[in-house]
């Protein structure tokens, strides 16, 4: 017996010494990098618009099991989330230990935050970060609280066998606007210098890879990979797209910046080689989250009770309205309401710095009134149930008044001639505004076009029905300048030229995605402001036969 035992040890540490010398003298590895951005909360799969088909796509279940996929491929690999994990109702009402929770049973290694961690303040995610058991990086993020910035860190350092892998987040510098961290938090605004240290500090530390996971807009990746040496990759998320780049940075250095979209639709795979110090052979894959995606059984049983919490809460009382909030189609779509002065005051209410809000009103939905009384999440729902981001668009006086002319012609009078040889919108564009007051003369002739799909084919007619424009600047109404420019608050649809507002697919007009829900400012608004009693001031007057 004693002999079989010398027999098999001796064999073990055999096996055991070449499996050793194999890793030492092994000098090229494959290595993947699996990344997600922006989740914001999507923890069950949602619909989506493929190619024109709409299906079921994302959830943790799925990102779980195709990023185990993926570590399947190579010999190492790092997952890493760039931000906005956390976001909305569900971060609100489950206080971000569902999303924690479930990332790290999905194996996430490295995670920086984005603005939206930050919406219900510091103190907020803080707690939600007591369930996460993976590493928060983010290096221009100025924390005064001691337990929160145990848990960020500037940077951190994981090993891949025997290369050390050097990670850093930046956070955009503009998270006192897009979010409210409360006091005791701050962004240094040069993160270039802030990255430059970084790296500094990472290669003193021998670090082979060096990663920027960076929550900025997708404008800034090439900048920072072009302002900063040393930086291998760059995981960009906050911009919703998906990015494939690569700067040369000579003697045979190059940065790749990588972006996989939002909300975990898809998985992003950056594939590449490493050989002693040396990068080569990159693939970058985005992974179709849908149902040829197997589900990780143990996440789906923890998603579902999860999501059958937040559903119990959303029925709860949120807040209380004073006056009937009437987001009939019969009034929406003819005329102010003030379910729609509601919903622009909401807007104004967070982006301080803009002056004008418009919505369509084919998104205020529920065809209904909701009575005195209290208020639940699944109501607000009812009137704002698309998720559309908020943007700000810079437009000239000229071009606002012309997006004005478009709704007006929105409306249909008694006795009017239709525009037969174009097109008018219909009752869904008419808007409902905030921060601006006018006049719609049905006496006077409507805009009417002709389209090329969103495009303007032909401006038959620019129309004549807006009178007396006046914006609300520095606490009194003021005449439209037709040569100002305004920061205008409008959902994606508008920016997509939806509706017939082919104003906005102008190039030239400047515009920024707040990414901001539509459906969350108005709850925090709401919530904000209970009781509520929104009411109808004379934005909008209609005057003629």
């Known amino acids: 017996m004693k002999s079989l035992f010398i027999i098999f040890f001796a064999i073990l540490s055999t096996l055991l010494y070449s499996c050793e010398v194999e890793e030492v003298s092994k000098d090229t590895y494959s290595i993947a990098i699996i990344t997600t951005a922006d989740l914001q909360s999507k923890v069950e ?6 190619n024109g088909d709409n299906i079921l796509v994302g959830g943790m279940a799925r990102i779980a099991e195709a990023a185990s996929d993926a570590r399947k491929t190579v010999d190492h690999s790092l997952f890493i989330s760039s931000g906005d994990d956390l ?19 999905a194996g996430y290694d490295v995670a920086t935050p984005g603005n939206h961690e930050f919406d219900y303040g510091w103190e907020f995610y803080r707690n939600a970060l007591r369930y996460a058991d993976f590493d928060i990086v983010s290096s221009n993020l100025n924390i005064d609280n001691h337990e929160l910035a145990e848990r960020i860190h500037p940077y951190v350092v994981k090993y891949l066998g025997n290369i050390k892998v050097g990670i850093f987040g930046i956070m955009t510098p503009d998270l006192r606007i897009l979010s409210t961290p409360g006091s005791g938090i701050s962004v240094t605004q040069d993160y270039f210098t802030v990255a430059r240290n970084m790296v500094k500090q990472l290669q003193e530390l021998d670090c082979k890879i060096i990663i920027a ?11 920072l990979a072009e302002k900063v040496d040393g930086i291998d990759i760059i995981v960009g998320g906050h911009s919703h797209k998906f990015t494939y780049l690569t700067i040369d940075k000579g003697n045979n250095k190059q940065t790749v910046i990588v972006e996989d979209g939002q909300l975990g639709s898809h998985l992003g795979v950056l594939r590449f080689q490493y050989q002693k110090g040396t990068l080569s052979n990159f693939d970058w894959e985005t992974v179709l989250l849908d149902s040829t995606i197997k589900s990780n059984s143990r996440i789906s049983k923890e998603v579902e009770k999860f999501t059958a919490s937040y559903k119990d809460s959303t029925d709860k009382k949120i807040a209380e309205t004073l006056v009937d909030i009437n987001a009939l189609e019969s009034s929406v779509r003819y005329g102010e309401a003030n379910s729609g002065n509601m919903i622009c005051d909401a807007w104004l209410h967070w982006f301080e710095e803009a002056e004008v809000s418009l919505i369509n009103s084919g998104t205020i939905r529920g065809d209904d009134i909701l009575p005195i009384g209290d208020l639940s999440y699944n ?10 981001y908020i943007y700000k668009a810079e437009l000239t006086g000229a071009e606002l008044n012309q997006v004005l002319e478009i709704s007006g012609s929105a409306l249909r009078f008694i006795g009017e001639e239709e525009c037969t040889d174009g097109k008018r919108p219909s009752n869904g564009a008419f808007l409902q505004v905030g921060g601006i007051r006018f006049t719609i003369d049905s006496t006077e002739t409507p805009f009417c076009a002709k389209y090329n799909g969103k495009e303007l084919d032909e401006l038959i007619n620019t129309g004549s029905r807006i009178k007396n424009i006046e914006v609300f600047q520095s606490g009194t109404w003021q005449p439209i300048n037709e040569n100002k420019t305004y920061i205008v608050l409008i959902n994606d649809y508008m920016l997509n030229g939806g509706d017939g507002y082919y104003v906005f697919l102008n190039p030239d007009i400047s515009r920024t995605n707040t990414t901001m829900l539509n459906i969350d400012l108005l709850v925090q608004y709401i919530q904000a402001h209970s009781p509520i009693s929104p009411k109808i001031d004379g934005r909008i007057r209609i005057v003629g036969d």
């Open 45 to 50: 799969p949602f619909e989506y618009n493929n």
């Open 87 to 105: 976001s909305g109702a569900f971060y609100y009402y489950e206080k971000g230990i569902p999303e924690m929770k479930l990332m790290t049973m």
């Open 213 to 223: 996971a960076v929550h900025i807009s997708d404008n800034l990746y090439a900048e």
């Open 379 to 388: 109501d607000i729902l009812q009137l704002q149930p698309y998720r559309n």
